[in-house]
Each structure stands twice: as structure tokens, then as C-alpha cells.
T-cell receptor, first 116, second 118 residues
Framework: AQSVTQLDSHVSVSEGTPVLLRCNYS??????LFWYVQHPNKGLQLLLK??????LVKGINGFEAEFKKSETSFHLTKPSAHMSDAAEYFC??????????????FGRGTQLTVWP | GAVVSQHPSRVICKSGTSVKIECRSL??????MFWYRQFPKQSLMLMAT?????????EQGVEKDKFLINHASLTLSTLTVTSAHPEDSSFYIC??????????????FGNGTRLTVT
């Protein structure tokens, strides 16, 4: 079975400070992992993806994530938060086989607030 | 980059009427499109998977006769909410996977449709 756990429903940071959004996953098969961002009343935009190549993945807008198989984690980080980063972030898993081939499993989301 | 256009962005309808939502892939072809429903402050809930030229696969608990999905071409899928009721009010989002894509291929999402049933 596949599942995604985003450990924090809300994260608040000050502008210019680091961001850490935590994600743990469970998968019976080799996973691909994604982080998406959603601004209010908008669809989801891809930030970055892990697909079994380099474990440290760089994405758009200065975000990056590290795949740690031993910890089944895929935490999202950014060195310095910007006001425009305030949004909802989703960690997503996709698997390579079985009846759920290609289906996405979403975490519950983490709301990031950035204070000036 | 790949763009998914979803229309309308907002719609208000009266109880008992039907509403159609369109999802178009503008610069790529999509054999598979997905429809989600999102409640306030919650994650996306997969409603159905739509494959071009075949019947949609609905998730457990989703009424196929109420949420009609048609995927008539490689660039267009539609969701029709039939006989809408206030409890159908929600944010509906579509996504598309490029033709030939695999489980490693990111989906492209539309901007969503806010449906309000009065």
C-alpha cells in the first residue's frame, strides 16, 4: 500500500529564514516523489520531482528536496523564505507497478505562512 | 511548458441544474486525465481517471451517474455535474498526463473550477 504523511499542517517562518516542510512516505514499490505548490483558488504547480536519479533534487524558486530511502523521507527545503512562497504545499507519491500504476497519492498538505 | 486549461474558473448554478467543466491540454496530448475534488483546507480527492476513447474509472463512493466524465479526444475531457445540489459545491481540479508518460512523469494541473450550487 502507498501513503504519504506530511508531518505539519501549518508552518510559519519569517521572511529570509529557512523553510523545512516534512514528508514521509510508505510504498510497496519503487516510488517517484513530487512536491507541488498550490496558491489560493489555483491548480497545482510542480516544484520538483525525484525519479531514482540523484537523491538531492533541485526545483524551481530555490526549493530543493532530499530523498532518504532509509528514513522514507522527502523533505522540502529552501534556504531563505520569500513572501511569495506563502501557499499550500503537497507531497505526492506515484508508483511503478500494480493496479495503482501511475496513480498519485497526496499528502494532506502543509500551509506555509511567511511573516514580513 | 505544458499547459492545462480548465473552464470555467467559477460557476454558480441553481440546485437541480447541470454544470459542465472542461479540461483541455493546450500544447500536448493526454491519454489520461484525472478529476479531483478539493474541500476547503483539505487535500485533493481523486474522483475518477479518464482515458481517451474509453469509459472513465470512478473511485469508490463517487457516483458515476452524477459526475459524468467524457474524454472524447486526446486534448479534451469534460466533467458534468448532473442535477447539482448544494453539497456538490466544491473546488474541482483536473490534471493530465502526457501521452507516453509513466509513473515518473509529473501531471499537469488545471487552475480548478469553483462550483457553488445555490
Amino acid at each position: 500500500a502507498q501513503s504519504v504523511t506530511q508531518l505539519d499542517s501549518h508552518v510559519s517562518v519569517s521572511e529570509g529564514t529557512p523553510v523545512l516542510l516534512r514528508c514521509n512516505y510508505s510504498s510497496s514499490y519503487s516510488p517517484s516523489l513530487f512536491w507541488y505548490v498550490q496558491h489560493p483558488n489555483k491548480g497545482l504547480q510542480l516544484l520538483l520531482k525525484y525519479t531514482s536519479a540523484a537523491t538531492l533534487v533541485k526545483g524551481i524558486n530555490g526549493f530543493e528536496a532530499e530523498f532518504k530511502k532509509s528514513e522514507t523521507s522527502f523533505h522540502l527545503t529552501k534556504p531563505s523564505a520569500h513572501m511569495s512562497d506563502a501557499a499550500e504545499y503537497f507531497c505526492v507519491v506515484s508508483v511503478d507497478r500494480g493496479s495503482t500504476l501511475g496513480r498519485l497519492y497526496f499528502g494532506r498538505g502543509t500551509q506555509l505562512t511567511v511573516w514580513p | 511548458g505544458a499547459v492545462v486549461s480548465q473552464h470555467p474558473s467559477r460557476v454558480i448554478c441553481k440546485s437541480g441544474t447541470s454544470v459542465k467543466i472542461e479540461c483541455r491540454s493546450l500544447d500536448f496530448q493526454a491519454t489520461t486525465m484525472f478529476w479531483y475534488r478539493q474541500f476547503p483546507k483539505q487535500s485533493l480527492m481523486l474522483m475518477a481517471t479518464s482515458n481517451e476513447g474509453s469509459k472513465a474509472t470512478y473511485e469508490q463512493g463517487v457516483e458515476k451517474d452524477k459526475f459524468l466524465i467524457n474524454h472524447a479526444s486526446l486534448t479534451l475531457s469534460t466533467l458534468t455535474v448532473t442535477s447539482a445540489h448544494p453539497e456538490d459545491s466544491s473546488f474541482y481540479i483536473c490534471s493530465a498526463r502526457e501521452i507516453g508518460g509513466t509513473y515518473m512523469t509529473p501531471l499537469h494541473f488545471g487552475n480548478g473550477t469553483r462550483l457553488t450550487v445555490t
